[in-house]
C-alpha cells in the first residue's frame, strides 16, 4: 500500500509570497495533521482535520491555514511568507478510531523562504 | 506551557544497549510515543505507552511511568541503521490526534 505522499517534495519562494502543499493521506485514513520542523527540532504542530473539519490548531499565526478535501487529502496554505517560515512541512495521517498517536508521516516538503 | 527534555546527543557501540529518557511536563496526558527520524527521512512511529510500565517491541523497549512525568526508549543490541534521531511525544488532547514533540536526542553508532 502506498504511504503518506506530499508534493511538491522542495520549494523555494521569496518574503511575501504565497504557498500551497499538497498531502495525500494512506487509504482508509481520514485524519491529516501538519507540522513544521525547523532544522534541529521535533516536529510542531499546526493543524489536524478529520473528516473534513477542523479538529485542532497549533500556535501558529492566521497567515497559516489548511482545508481537507472529501477524498480525504489535504492542503495547507501559508500566505505573507517570512524567513522563519523555512522549514520542513511534514503531513501525517493515522486511521480511524485508533492510532491516536501512531501518525503515518510522509516525506516532507522542504520549504526555503529567501 | 507544554515541554518535554530530552538528551540532544547519545554516543554508543555496536551491539550496546542505550537509554534515552525523556521527562515532560503537559496540561494533559493521553500518551508518550516515540519515532524515529533519519536525516532527510521521515519521522517513523516505534512505541508508545498509555500506561505505567514497559511496552517491548524487538530490539526497542518503552517505559513510562506517569507520577514521575518520565518515560524512556531502551534500544539493545545496536546496529549501526540505528544511528537516528529520536523523538519523545506527548498527546496531551482527549480526541484529538496532535502530539507535542521533544527536541530529539542525535544517536550516533559506532562501529
Known amino acids: 500500500d502506498a504511504g503518506v505522499t506530499q508534493s511538491p517534495t522542495h520549494l523555494i519562494k521569496t518574503r511575501g509570497q504565497h504557498v500551497t502543499l499538497r498531502c495525500s493521506p494512506i487509504s482508509g485514513h481520514k485524519s491529516v495533521s501538519w507540522y513544521q520542523q525547523v532544522l534541529g527540532q521535533g516536529p510542531q504542530f499546526i493543524f489536524q482535520?478529520?473528516?473534513?473539519?477542523?479538529?485542532g490548531r497549533g500556535n501558529f499565526p492566521d497567515r497559516f491555514s489548511a482545508r481537507q478535501f472529501p477524498n480525504y487529502s489535504s492542503e495547507l496554505n501559508v500566505n505573507a511568507l517570512l524567513l522563519g517560515d523555512s522549514a520542513l512541512y511534514l503531513c501525517?495521517?493515522?486511521?480511524?478510531?485508533?492510532?491516536?498517536?501512531?501518525?503515518?508521516f510522509g516525506p516532507g516538503t522542504r520549504l526555503t523562504v529567501l | 506551557g507544554q515541554s518535554l527534555e530530552q538528551p540532544s546527543e547519545v554516543t554508543a557501540v555496536e551491539g550496546a544497549i542505550v537509554q534515552i529518557n525523556c521527562t515532560y511536563q503537559?496540561?494533559?496526558?493521553?500518551?508518550l510515543s516515540w519515532y524515529q527520524q533519519h536525516d532527510g527521512g521521515a519521522p517513523t512511529f516505534l512505541s508508545y505507552?498509555?500506561?505505567?510500565g514497559l511496552e517491548e517491541t524487538g530490539r526497542f523497549s518503552s517505559f513510562l511511568s506517569r507520577s514521575d512525568s518520565y518515560g524512556y526508549l531502551l534500544l539493545q543490541e545496536l546496529q549501526m541503521k540505528d544511528s537516528a534521531s529520536y523523538f519523545c511525544?506527548?498527546?496531551?488532547?482527549?480526541?484529538?490526534?496532535?502530539?507535542?514533540f521533544g527536541s530529539g536526542t542525535r544517536l550516533q553508532v559506532q562501529p
Open positions: 511525544a506527548v498527546r496531551d488532547r482527549k480526541g484529538r490526534r496532535a502530539l507535542t
Open positions: 501525517a495521517s493515522s486511521p480511524p478510531g485508533q492510532g491516536y498517536n501512531e501518525q503515518f
Open positions: 505507552n498509555a500506561l505505567d
Open positions: 482535520y478529520y473528516e473534513k473539519e477542523e479538529r
Open positions: 503537559t496540561s494533559g496526558f493521553y500518551g
